[in-house]
């Protein structure tokens, strides 16, 4: 999208967080994680961690495809791995991580404020 690109055309750092948020989302639902099962039992997993390898620099225009897959599962804290690629040319632009933590959010609902549940 246009919207996520610089006047240079290159496409900026905060769309690739969206796109690996969305992957995170289909991932979580795709492992029973759905959103509306954790809105009614007020546990969310909350991003702790991002970290993002750029490879190459992805452009206006590029179609992109993003692969996700649960990395690392532990008892209240998982990550998933990402991987963005061109098809075209099967280039790598970027080697996400995300590693996130459950928490119940029923006391963040009260005060308004995230509170990390202990390890």
């Known amino acids: 999208m246009f919207f996520d690109t ?3 055309g290159v496409v900026h ?6 796109f690996i948020e969305t992957a995170r989302t289909l991932l979580a639902e795709q492992l029973g994680l759905g959103l509306v099962q954790m809105a009614e039992d007020k546990k969310y997993p909350v991003v702790v961690r991002t970290e ?3 490879r190459r620099a992805a452009k206006l225009g590029d179609r992109l495809v993003i692969e996700g897959w ?7 804290r998982f990550s ?18 995300s590693k996130c933590q459950r928490q119940n959010c029923s006391a963040c609902r009260k005060t308004g404020k995230n509170i990390v549940s202990p390890q």
């Open 13 to 18: 750092n905060i769309a690739y967080l969206r």
């Open 70 to 76: 649960l990395d690392q599962l532990e008892r209240v």
């Open 6 to 8: 610089d006047c240079g």
């Open 52 to 54: 993002i390898d750029y």
């Open 80 to 97: 998933c791995a990402f991987r963005i690629v061109r098809p075209d040319d099967d280039a790598v632009r970027c080697l996400p991580s």
